[in-house]
């Protein structure tokens, strides 16, 4: 329970400035798209998904580097490093494909296609993460090592899912 108190703040933390520019793109996108400037929302898509994917994929690599420097920030006591540095690792192995989930979600939500939007958002956590958080660890014995395998498994699937959607569905009409 510590250690994942502690991989959820520092998630909290890392996907803040994801939200925040890809929320702060979306009257941008908007205004664009509702005046038919469908270059510029072209050109407002690919640069948020620039920003977005290089900023986690920098992120990836901080924590990927150090998680146990960070972790530190929030608890000293050996054991729980040990087990929050081992989670840490397993929840942001794959940290940065979620770039591609706020990009299309922000698509979406921009484009005024909040439904696809929410069906990307529970797609990813409750018909994906749900199913594959009870049934991982039964597969080859995995035990805790396949609940935490599930998230990065969420953000693979679910990011490229919601992406290349908005991709085929949102980009050949513009």
Avoid at 88 to 107: C, E, K, N, P, S
Avoid at 113 to 120: E, G, I, R, S
Wanted: with cysteine; glycine share 10%.
């Amino acid at each position: 329970m510590g250690a994942m108190t502690i991989i959820y703040s520092v998630r909290e933390v890392a996907q803040m400035p994801i939200q925040g520019f890809t929320q702060g793109a979306q009257p941008v996108l908007g205004y664009n798209y509702g005046a038919g400037q469908n270059g510029r929302v072209k050109e407002g898509i690919r640069f948020i998904r620039r920003v977005t994917v290089l900023y986690a994929v920098g992120v990836w690599a901080v924590l990927m580097l150090f998680p146990r420097f960070i972790v530190g920030f929030f608890n000293g006591e050996e054991a729980l490093m040990e087990v929050a540095v081992v989670s840490m690792r397993w929840h942001f192995a794959l940290f940065f494909f979620m770039a591609f989930q706020y990009v299309g979600q922000t698509v979406f939500v921009s484009l005024g296609k909040a439904k696809q939007a929410v069906f990307f958002s529970l797609f990813r956590k409750a018909i994906l993460g749900v199913p594959l958080i009870l049934i991982l660890p039964r597969l080859w014995d995995l035990g805790i090592t396949g609940v935490l395998a599930a998230e990065p498994v969420t953000n693979v699937v679910g990011g490229l899912a919601c992406y290349l959607t908005m991709m085929a569905v949102v980009w050949k009409k513009l």
